[in-house]
Structures are given as C-alpha cells and as structure tokens.
C-alpha cells in the first residue's frame, strides 16, 4: 500500500523557517521523482520544487527559489523541504508528490500558516 505521510507544518512569524518531512513506503523510492506542491485558500495547486531521481538535481518555483531548499534520503525513504525567510504569501497547505511515468502518488498535506 502506497503511502506519503507529510510532517513538519505549523504557525510561524514571518521571517522563520519550518522543515516538511514526508515519509514514503509501499513502492521504490529512489525510482521517483520527487515534489512538492502547495495549495493556498481560493487558488491552484502549485508546484514548489522537484528533485530527481538518481543525481539529486533541483528545480524550484521562481517565488520560492533561494528560500526554500528540497532534499532526499533514499536510504530513509524522506524528502523534504527546508523552507527559510518565509513569508505570508508562503501559507498554503504543503503536499508531497512522487511521481514516475503514469503512477502519481500524493500526500494528504500539511498545514503551512505564516503570520505574526
């Protein structure tokens, strides 16, 4: 059974960071591309970041980009995604996305609030 658990969301001031973890199990790992998305109240769901496979190699949305950092343990199964100096307009529901070919695998989310 296929699953991604996400972890790590909360309250924070503007300017703070948070770490999302999300936990996978029930298919080969490493063999995945891995994403994140987010979704804020009356818009779209978005794509934040990616990592590939093999190499690791990045990519990010430009309103993230320098601020928010993803990252994979293979070995743990996890991916994560550092985020730093966040904003208001950052506050979305954060979900995890593992995808390969025509399988597509997400997260339930979790809950990013930034605001003093």
């Known amino acids: 059974q296929v699953q991604l658990v996400e972890s790590g969301g909360g309250l924070v001031q503007p300017g703070g960071s948070l770490r999302l973890s999300c936990a996978a199990s029930?298919?080969?790992?490493?063999?995945?591309?891995m994403n994140w998305y987010r979704q804020a109240p009356g818009k779209e769901r978005e794509l934040v970041a990616t990592?590939?496979?093999?190499?690791?190699?990045?990519n990010y949305a430009d309103s993230v980009k320098g601020r928010f950092t993803i990252s994979r343990d293979n070995a743990k199964n996890t991916v994560y995604l550092q985020m730093s100096s966040l904003k208001p307009e950052d506050t979305a529901v954060y979900y995890c996305?593992?995808?390969?070919?025509?399988?597509?695998?997400w997260g339930q989310g979790t809950q990013v609030i930034v605001s003093s």
């Open positions: 990592i590939t496979r093999y190499d690791g190699n990045t």
């Open positions: 029930g298919f080969t790992f490493s063999s995945y591309y």
């Open positions: 996305n593992a995808r390969l070919f025509s399988s597509d695998f």
